[in-house]
């Protein structure tokens, strides 16, 4: 595993993969369903499809060395690495326009429970929309035990997280940042219960990998790629929420809001998307609701790698 991680860094670092990424991914899938998805087979694919990619490759053996070591070590800690294609990935992820090559993640691969809900919003939530979520998000999770994907981030992501660990449910941490990095450091403390309950975190970035402001708006996607759906509790305008609510729709995911004042500038990001079509959500029951007749549909699951191969994601 830690062998096509590795080498899967290297290729992602290569200028051509931007510009190829399709076709390495297409790779990847035929590889995989072939059941030969490993460091010495996608070497030789490199270099039939794609030459350069294949002989920089070679040339960068000391590199690639370096890459296993380091991947290594990051196991004896306890992160597990997937890639592009293999049973474990999301399959949430095939959909995406830019899915990642590669994931890391500590815990427990809980994307793979087909029950997920991302929840966004402001890092400063008024005392309405925090009641609301004690209320009322307490009451949804008991009712659905859904697993709670979120980012992390003070405010409504870590209000997110505490009330999932408080009912038991799953929850992904999805960083900004990489797992030997974390974002912020205050998260530190959250890694044991979130792991002793059948949760993770997740990156798409490598372990090493520190904060930065432009690896917020890019971690958002893959927050909106996990969920079923996203709920969005509180957003301004022009707000990293409402990019993560527009990433949603865009894979044709439901986008669920709830309300505000509208004269309050804290809730018009929300009160926007539901006028192009966003569902409002008043309380537990409508939330409940919504979720389960969204486990009613195939629209989530892809066809398989098979059907991807013909395709777009």
């Not at 597990?80 to 500590?106: K, N």
Request: proline share 5%; net charge neutral.
């Amino acid at each position: 595993m830690t062998e096509i991680f590795a080498l899967s860094q290297l290729i992602k670092l290569h200028p051509l993969y931007s510009l190829h990424r399709d076709e390495i991914q297409q790779t990847y899938l035929r590889l995989s369903r072939l059941g030969c998805l490993t460091e010495f087979y996608l070497r030789q694919a490199m270099h039939e499809y794609l030459p350069l990619v294949g002989e920089a490759l070679e040339k960068n053996h000391a590199l690639y060395k370096e890459h296993c070591a380091e991947a290594l070590r990051w196991q004896m800690e306890g992160v597990q690495f997937v890639c592009y294609g293999e049973a474990t990935y999301p399959t949430q992820c095939y959909r995406m326009a830019d899915p990642p090559l590669t994931l890391s993640y500590r815990g427990s691969p809980c994307w793979m429970i087909e029950r997920s809900i991302s929840i966004v919003g402001s890092r400063e939530p008024s005392a309405d929309s925090l009641r609301w979520m004690e209320q009322e998000l307490t009451q949804f999770f008991t009712m659905q035990m859904p697993i709670v994907i979120s980012g992390g981030a003070r405010g409504v992501d870590q209000k997110a997280h505490s009330l999932s660990l408080r009912k038991r449910c799953p929850t992904a941490v999805v960083l900004p940042s990489g797992l030997g990095e974390i974002y912020p450091s205050s998260l530190q403390e959250w890694m044991t219960p979130v792991l002793d309950q059948g949760g993770c975190f997740i990156s798409e970035y490598e372990p090493k990998q520190a904060m930065h402001k432009r690896l917020f708006h890019h971690r958002n996607r893959l927050i909106a790629a996990l969920g079923r759906a996203t709920l969005l509790v509180e957003a301004r305008r022009r707000s990293g929420t409402l990019i993560t609510a527009h990433q949603a729709a865009e894979l044709s995911r439901p986008v669920w809001v709830v309300p505000g004042h509208p004269l309050d500038p804290h809730f018009l990001g929300g009160l926007d998307l539901l006028l192009d079509g966003a569902q409002l959500v008043r309380d537990a029951q409508d939330l409940s609701t919504l979720f389960h007749s969204e486990l009613l549909t195939d629209d989530f699951k892809v066809a398989g790698i098979g059907g991807l191969l013909g395709g777009t994601h």
